[in-house]
C-alpha cells in the first residue's frame, strides 16, 4: 500500500512570496491533515478535510495560508505572502473515517522563509 | 482543552538498555493515546494506540506503553534499547468523538549509546 505523498520536499523561498505544497492521501482515506511543526515542537494541526469539505480550521492563519481539497482526494496548501516564522516543516496526514483510526503521515515538506 | 507534556527533551541511553519515555495528559473525559516515532527527514510513524480496554498496549518494533487514569500518564517502554531506535518520540492524544483531532506534545529526542 502507497504511503502518504508529499511534494516538495524542500524549499526556499524570500520573505513575501509565496509557495503551494501537495498532498496525495492514502487510497480510500476520506480524512486529510495538514500540520505545521516548528523545530523542536510538535506538529500543530492547521486544517482538517473530510473528504472535500473543512472540519477544522480554527488554528490557520486565514490572512496568509489557504489550502483546498478538490474531489476529496488531492491536497494544496499555499502561503501567500511568506513570513520569516513560517519557517517550518509542513506535514500531510490521512485517516480513515472514525475516531480510533490512526493517521499517517507523510515525509513532509521543509519550507525555508529567508 | 486538551493537552500533553513530555517532560523529558532528551534522553541518552546505551544499547540494550531498557527505555522509558514519559508522558503525561490533560483531558476532562476518556482520551485516545498515541506514540509516533519521528526519523530525521521523515514523517511520523505510529508506534501503538490506545482507546479501551487493556491498558498494556503492544506497539510496533518492540514497544508497549501502559494507560493510567490515576497519574494521566501514557508512558512509552522498551526492555531493550537498539541504535536504530534513536529517533524522536511525540505523544499526542485525542478525543473521542473529536474527528480524530491530535494534540502533540513536544517530543523526546533519544539519543543511543554504542
Known amino acids: 500500500e502507497a504511503g502518504v505523498a508529499q511534494s516538495p520536499r524542500y524549499k526556499i523561498i524570500e520573505k513575501r512570496q509565496s509557495v503551494a505544497f501537495w498532498c496525495n492521501p492514502i487510497s480510500g482515506h476520506a480524512t486529510l491533515y495538514w500540520y505545521q511543526q516548528i523545530l523542536g515542537q510538535g506538529p500543530k494541526l492547521l486544517i482538517q478535510f473530510q473528504n472535500n469539505g473543512v472540519v477544522d480550521d480554527s488554528q490557520l492563519p486565514k490572512d496568509r495560508f489557504s489550502a483546498e481539497r478538490l474531489k476529496g482526494v488531492d491536497s494544496t496548501l499555499k502561503i501567500q505572502p511568506a513570513k520569516l516564522e513560517d519557517s517550518a516543516v509542513y506535514l500531510c496526514a490521512s485517516s480513515t473515517s472514525g475516531t480510533s483510526a490512526g493517521q499517517f503521515f507523510g515525509p513532509g515538506t521543509r519550507l525555508t522563509v529567508l | 482543552a486538551q493537552s500533553v507534556t513530555q517532560p523529558d527533551i532528551h534522553i541518552t541511553v546505551s544499547e540494550g538498555a531498557s527505555l522509558e519515555l514519559r508522558c503525561n495528559y490533560s483531558?476532562?473525559?476518556?482520551?485516545?493515546l498515541f506514540w509516533y516515532v519521528q526519523s530525521p527527514g521523515q514523517g511520523l510513524q505510529l508506534l501503538l494506540k490506545y482507546f479501551s480496554g487493556d491498558t498494556l498496549v503492544q506497539g510496533i518494533k518492540g514497544f508497549e506503553a501502559e494507560f493510567k487514569r490515576s497519574q494521566s500518564s501514557f508512558n512509552l517502554r522498551k526492555p531493550s534499547v537498539h541504535w536504530s531506535d534513536a529517533a524522536e518520540y511525540f505523544c499526542a492524544v485525542g478525543k473521542a468523538g473529536g474527528g480524530n483531532k491530535l494534540t502533540f506534545g513536544t517530543g523526546t529526542q533519544l539519543k543511543v549509546e554504542l
Open positions: 483531558y476532562g473525559a476518556t482520551p485516545y
